[in-house]
DNA sequence: GTCTGTGAAGGGCTTCACAGCT
DNA sequence: AGCTGTGAAGCCCTTCACAGAC
């Protein structure tokens, strides 16, 4: 994930002012449920619940209550003993630990079939991030309206992601150009970079990126059905079919 | 990620017959970078690789290579002791533990610019998977035909995938349809499921379930981007941006 | 009494360093 | 001499159980 030198020294773990000690005391693991958190939060707020308790929130996110109290304890105190978590406060909590009140701006490269699908997901603006730019190589999409954006030619993309002030690039064009557009968004600046390629995209250390492969996603899949048919071997047990009751709507408080 | 009944008892770590120790004592975590190896793997095999050290594998796949001996030293001896793997043989191997030789038909629910992007993803076939069945409840969609297959109506979703021998389901509908869809699944006797809702679907514990929240990745991006942030205040060091020598076209052995 | 926050115990994964084979 | 395979040490994360606040 980082290109040259021996893996970036794990030391730095010492805080600097101990004002904000928010950010690098948090498990990487955790970080990952509070984004599950958050979105739950949301569903949860839309319902019109104001009080959650970490029994619920847990249950309606998928994991164990202890596990989501020891998570949320390393933002500090949010809850009330006896009573629950504030739903608005928890959410504002977790929004602003994971740097999302900060606005990011995203660029795209590649508005193949994948691409359109990102640009068009509404689920991107109501969590903080907001599109500001589509870019891509083919001349026949260049000048398109895709979801009331213009898609841009790829050549503007460094000056581009200056000009928009971009945070956060996704790379969505085939693996033959991922490790060129990742060049060019590094060279623009971007230090946070999500691919959808498959390929190990080599980046300075100092680039945060995230990769998304939908076959890997398809083979860990694969070995988990082969593991679990060893543990059952031939049919399903009758008492992993028999279901518990279902926790959607739990004894959530409402206004 | 269970529905009901307080959390599957994570006991049963016994072997059951000493032959077959494959698959239940590899770590989670190594399974998910297997799948990682087998993709370099296959570059290399194309470019003509016969023997490859674990030094090598390593960097192409952005891990260490202590790691990555550890990972596959679960898989038994695969290499030669001051040579290095044999390139075909180690796919191989990698391949029946992941359970990939087994031919995985995949159903795909859900048509949209998401739908698309997979059924027209080229990298299923090469890694040992064939979509077998395209759904859609959008009667504008139903009998279209989409990368040479034709898309048929959701109500002949469980009758289908009996019909079609599916094993794996994959489900890029709407968060609306999300569960519903996934009932039907699991009622039609998948046991192995990738969704693309963010939404926490319900499932009985013998199904394997995965998921891919598009913006819960762009969130835990934004939160590493804060910490680096708080790492290296104001401006990138000029240390990290002084990267090292490629590891691509390492000094694999050819013909 | 109820539910949060947390020290402590336990388990799993990573890293190290080297024994062992070619 | 070179590289794999692996015990052992260390670290991170999860789980448990309960003290503490309301």
């Known amino acids: 994930m980082s290109r040259g030198v021996s893996r970036a020294a794990p030391s730095a773990s010492r805080r600097g002012t101990p004002s904000a000690a928010q950010h690098r005391d948090i498990p990487q693991a955790t970080v990952t ?11 949860l707020a839309d319902e019109g619940a104001i009080i959650v308790s970490s029994e619920e929130l847990a249950a309606a996110s998928g994991v164990g209550s202890a596990k989501l109290r020891k998570d949320l ?18 959410r504002a909590r977790i929004e602003s630990a994971l740097g999302l009140d900060r606005g990011h701006r995203v660029v795209l490269v590649g508005v193949g079939n994948l691409g359109r699908a990102l640009a068009g997901y509404g689920g991107f603006d109501r969590r903080g991030f907001s599109m500001v730019g589509l870019f891509d190589c083919d001349p026949a999409l260049v000048g398109a309206d895709i ?20 945070t956060i690039g996704v790379i ?3 693996d033959t150009a991922a490790q060129d557009v990742c060049d060019q ?13 498959p390929l190990t995209l080599e980046i300075p250390d100092h680039v945060e990126m995230r990769r998304v492969d939908l076959a890997m996603e ?7 059905l082969a593991r679990n048919e ?11 079919v ?6 959607r709507n739990g004894s959530v408080i409402r206004p």
């Open 185 to 197: 968004l590094v060279g623009a600046g971007l230090r946070c970079i999500l691919s959808f390629s």
């Open 172 to 174: 969505a064009t085939p």
């Open 230 to 240: 060893e543990q059952s071997p031939q049919q399903v047990s009758a008492a992993s």
């Open 33 to 43: 449920r509070l984004a599950t958190y958050l979105r739950v939060l949301g569903v």
């Open 147 to 166: 979801g009331g954006m213009t898609v841009r030619d790829v050549a503007e993309l460094a000056d581009a992601c200056r000009e928009l002030d971009a």
């Open 73 to 90: 304890s390393f933002l500090g105190p949010n809850g009330v003993r006896g009573v629950g978590y504030d739903v608005t406060r928890l």
């Open 218 to 224: 398809m083979q860990v899949l694969s070995f988990n």
């Open 242 to 247: 028999a279901v518990g009751a279902s926790t």
